[in-house]
């Protein structure tokens, strides 16, 4: 390994001794935000240094191994010689092992890990049949979360004329929520004949999707003097009033323009609380958006325009194909898909996205 990434685990360990000092500390103890963000390093560090101090312990084997080799192998019985260097050969192949597991480790950690995730999908392109595909999508994953042990709790829906959604807002929650949700932003196509097209023609529709990293108040506080609350009557589909009371919420952040709505639960303060939950998302997305050029871009590619030439998907009913067009990759069990078995997908995500990821760390 070479001499700049030994140092590198050095300047590791040594954080890691310094982090460890740190949560003894009162002063972050008493700061909630502190001691997340500590804590949070800390454990990300854990596995680095524990591979590192392996190695270390590795290498002095083989240097022992060696020593005694260029001693011994004079004067030293055959046997005593083979048996040093079967020591040495299984030695180097477990340097060989720790030594790939750290360049693992080494890129750099995804900073939403652990996060629940707030997902929107809406129609976009293709009129009552987008809302129809949406409907399918957000079905789709709550039978993804499902088998997975994840939990979705809705949070709005604005269902369309013909049973789809104009949009749906839920979050998802549980132990791996966001590797497993993060790669599902974007346009998704749909090819099919609309339940609505009486001569079987294919249309081509499309939804948004978007993935939000949920946010708490140590992430994003905000000051309710930002805040424009309107409250309103709930109304369903075309219209119709579906509450008497003005249960509804409306709330606008007026330094970023950014509009939330909600009146699914049939208590303001429900609304208002979950009103809230999405806007702490949203804050804390447009914040990074601000801070990081690479996350801004993603984000706009996750959500495009909505068009049915931006794609980061495809399901293909006549052929029974789904396809994601970012890696390539293509699968002939569409029903599938659509049932919740998105895990070879994202495996194959989770693995384009490290072997990039590797390979930057490479060329720094």
């Known amino acids: 390994m070479p001499d700049a990434l030994a140092a590198r685990l050095d300047a590791i ?3 890691h001794a310094d982090a460890e000092a740190r949560l003894a500390d009162p002063e972050v103890i008493a700061d909630p935000a502190e001691l997340r963000r500590v804590t949070t390093r800390y454990r990300q560090l854990d596995p680095v240094v524990d591979a590192a101090r392996r190695r270390r312990a590795i290498a002095g084997d083989i240097a022992v191994a060696r ?3 260029a001693d011994d192998a004079g004067a030293a019985a055959a046997a005593t010689v083979a048996d040093l260097e079967a020591t040495l050969a299984e030695r180097l192949r477990a340097l060989d092992a720790v030594e790939d ?10 900073p939403h ?3 629940n995730v707030i997902v929107e ?3 976009a392109e293709g009129g009552e049949e987008a809302n129809l595909f949406a409907r399918d999508l ?3 994953y709550r039978a993804y979360a499902a088998r997975h042990g994840l939990r979705v709790e809705t949070l709005s829906t604005d269902a369309s004329d013909l049973g789809g959604v104009n949009e749906v807002t839920f979050v998802v929650s549980g132990d791996g929520a966001w590797p497993a949700f993060k790669y599902e932003g974007g346009p998704h196509r749909v090819q099919r004949v609309p339940v609505t097209e009486s001569q079987g023609r294919i249309h081509t529709s499309s939804a948004t999707v978007l993935v939000l990293p949920e946010a708490d108040d140590v992430d994003v506080r905000i000051d309710e003097r930002d805040l424009q609350i309107d409250v309103f009557r709930s109304s369903g589909p075309g219209g119709q009033s579906v509450n008497t009371t003005d249960s509804a919420v409306r709330i606008t952040h007026v330094p970023s323009g950014i509009v939330v709505s909600m009146q699914d639960e049939r208590s303001q303060l429900q609304n208002r609380a979950r009103a809230m939950q999405v806007l702490r998302a949203r804050l804390l997305e447009a914040a990074e958006r601000e801070q990081e050029v690479e996350r801004s871009a993603e984000r706009r590619s ?3 325009g909505g068009g049915r030439s931006e794609k980061i998907r495809t399901y293909n009913f006549k052929e029974n194909r789904f396809t994601d067009h970012r890696i390539g990759f293509t699968v002939y069990r569409l029903a599938d898909v ?3 078995d998105l895990d070879a997908v994202v495996a194959a995500l989770t693995a384009d996205e490290r072997a990039r990821q590797l390979a930057d760390d490479n060329d720094d």
């Open 113 to 115: 890990a652990g996060r």
């Open 101 to 110: 597991e750290l360049r693992r480790l080494l890129v750099a950690p995804d």
């Open 67 to 69: 020593e005694l080799l």
């Open 121 to 123: 999908v809406r129609g």
């Open 338 to 340: 659509l049932a919740g």
């Open 138 to 140: 957000y079905e789709m």
């Open 302 to 304: 996750q959500v495009g």
């Open 13 to 15: 360990e040594h954080e």
